[in-house]
């Protein structure tokens, strides 16, 4: 069975994955890039190093996001999702930081002895946001 998710069920999807993707247009080119990220109920956070996802958000923040969680090819849910990228600086971006490290430290496993926290990194970081404006999900349901 195909069907749309409910308002919930797409909420539900966004603040449980740590991992989406990221579309963008700029340039006369299409992008999309794999990110970690945390969902707020307004926005998606994270963060990057300077590059080319980065040069074409700033060219052009409107962006889309899409998650997806699929058990099998027959049992699947995903939600796309349209908003405005913004980068974050100062006291705003510190506080992103700190919901990145709160939300994704649980889920980072590195050497012993070493790190990959997001702060261990020796390229700068970018932290930013996308402040989702629209919001749809579908799903695939084997009966």
Request: charged share 25%; net charge negative; glycine share 10%.
């Amino acid at each position: 069975m195909l069907g749309e998710l409910s308002s919930r069920e797409i909420e539900s999807i966004l603040r449980e994955n740590i991992i989406g993707r990221i579309g963008t247009y700029a340039f006369g080119r299409a992008y999309v890039v794999p990110i970690t990220y945390v969902y707020d109920g307004e926005a998606i956070y994270a963060h990057s190093g300077e590059g080319m996802k980065l040069h074409m958000m700033r060219e052009n923040p409107h962006v889309c996001f899409e998650v997806d969680h699929m058990d099998d090819l027959a049992n699947w849910h995903s939600v796309i999702a349209w908003g405005v990228f913004e980068e974050l600086h100062g006291e705003r971006a510190d506080a992103a930081m700190h919901l990145l490290v709160e939300s994704l430290e649980p889920h980072l496993h590195g050497p012993p002895g070493g790190s990959v926290h997001p702060r261990s990194s020796t390229v700068p970081s970018v932290l930013y946001r996308v402040v989702l404006e629209q919001k749809t999900g579908r799903f695939e349901r084997r009966l």
